[in-house]
């Protein structure tokens, strides 16, 4: 009987170690799980914080794709405003030709006016006297050679505003492609 009593001790022992073991390891576990459950929480926080951050993202790029077509619009506009003034530059510069050929043609006419005044001052000094009212006219003349000079320099002068304009408008025609080209070169 000794040897039962000492068997169910000794059992009791064991079993004693066992469930305090398995208590332990019960309450551990229990431990775990409410850390896990906090885990949970926090996850559930941070994951509606970041479907909160991916709305607002969401959002900014569609009102940035709302101003790239803004952007979009304003830059075909102006490049109908550069093809207009293009336009323009082109009817100038054709406008600017006649006016050379004009001027080409008055200066060779002049030249050949000069040519002819040579010729008859010559001939007047050889007349000397006899010719002296041919003499007013051709004053006359020269004098109406000096207007046509002014004339043409009047001209000449306009000619030269007209390149010097030209060459602006070729400048800001050349400012506004590279405009574009930074403009089209940096949106790629």
Do not use: P
Request: glycine share 8%; net charge negative; proline share 0%.
């Amino acid at each position: 009987m000794n040897n039962d009593l000492e068997g169910f001790g000794q059992w009791r022992r064991t079993v004693d170690t066992r469930l305090g073991t398995l208590e332990t390891r019960v309450a551990e576990q229990a431990s775990l799980r409410a850390q896990m459950d906090e885990d949970m929480s926090n996850l559930k926080v941070e994951f509606r914080a970041q479907r909160g951050l991916l709305q607002a993202l969401h959002d900014t790029q569609q009102e940035h794709t709302t101003v790239l077509s803004e952007h979009s619009a304003v830059l075909s506009a102006h490049s109908a405003i550069l093809n207009e003034h293009s336009a323009i530059l082109n009817e100038h510069s054709a406008i600017l030709n006649e006016h050379s050929a004009i001027l080409n043609e008055h200066s060779a006419i002049l030249r050949e006016h000069g040519a002819l005044l040579r010729e008859q001052g010559t001939q007047l000094r050889e007349h000397g006297a006899l010719l002296s009212e041919q003499n007013t006219q051709l004053r006359e003349q020269g004098t109406q050679l000096s207007e046509q000079g002014t004339q043409l320099r009047d001209h000449s002068a306009q000619l030269s505003d007209l390149q010097t304009g030209q060459q602006r408008i070729m400048a800001g025609v050349d400012a506004i492609r590279e405009m574009l080209d930074r403009t089209l070169g940096g949106g790629n």
